[in-house]
């Protein structure tokens, strides 16, 4: 009998050994994996992570994690995280609740489309996140119960620096570039015992998309102001008597209408 105890408890050495081998040779893998299978679940757009260098001890970074952009729009991507210097309490992993105290996202590269129904594809990204946490929780609208059964986070500092938003509109040929202010979180689930991931993330999108349309309706608004003021008098008269025949039959009807809209006259 004693033999056999030893015996069952080596092997529960043998196989706890082994786990923490496997987590060890694999966290990286596990967490590149698990990335790229839940987060297009959420966001419904492809989602690719470059790589991942975490130690056992909860401290590396994540880089090039990148967005696609939702059905209907033209980028490529929506956004471009750079680099994501991250600190976590390591055991937190494969309990309900995951640790992080330090996220530090550096200089992402934002694609900022205005239009579609949502009203832009960041607005979209934050709708299709809403519509998937909803159905995971079968169709309520609770935070608590929209994660349904997904794992709940503590972070206890996220912050979002030097970001790049580049806008996209018909007004200019290049896509118009612009800083994005420092974003920050603090203490996000601290005093519940943890958020559901899908709720942060929709908190965190939220922030990010109201700063991104802040400066990106003030970059348009600029640019606006400089195509008016580059229309001669001779413009604004053949605008305001009405568009010649030639030029008609060259750029189609209701051109006169849509300058006069787009300069405000």
Do not use: C
């Amino acid at each position: 009998m004693k033999k056999a105890l030893l015996g069952i408890l080596g092997l529960v050495l043998v196989v706890l050994v082994g786990g923490f081998l496997y987590v060890y040779l694999n966290l990286n893998g596990l967490i590149k994996g698990a990335v790229e299978e839940f987060a297009p679940r959420y966001t419904q757009t492809e989602v690719s992570l470059g790589g991942v260098s975490v130690s056992l001890s909860g401290e590396g970074g994540l880089s090039d994690l990148v967005i696609g952009n939702p059905q209907g729009y033209k980028g490529e991507r929506a956004l471009s995280l750079g680099a994501l210097d991250v600190a976590l309490e390591p055991e937190s992993l494969t309990s309900d609740v995951i640790v992080i105290h330090k996220l530090e996202i550096v200089a992402p590269a934002i694609t900022y489309e205005p239009g579609g129904s949502a009203g832009s594809n960041l607005q979209q990204l934050v709708k299709n996140i809403q519509d998937s946490t909803q159905s995971a929780g079968g169709g309520s609208s609770s935070d608590g119960e929209a994660a349904g059964e997904a794992k709940k986070v503590i972070i206890d500092s996220l912050v979002i620096r030097d970001g790049e938003v580049s806008v996209i509109t018909p007004l200019s040929e290049q896509p118009l570039s612009v800083g994005l202010p420092t974003i920050e979180f603090s203490d996000i689930g601290r005093d519940k015992g943890g958020e559901y991931i899908p709720v942060v993330v929709k908190q965190v999108m939220k922030k990010v998309t109201d700063a991104t349309a802040k400066v990106a309706n003030v970059s348009l608004d600029d640019l606006k102001a400089q195509l008016k003021g580059k229309v001669t008098d001779e413009v604004k008269k053949a605008i305001g008597d009405g568009v010649p025949p030639q030029l008609q039959d060259q750029v189609g009807d209701g051109v006169g209408e849509k300058l006069k809209g787009l300069f405000g006259n």
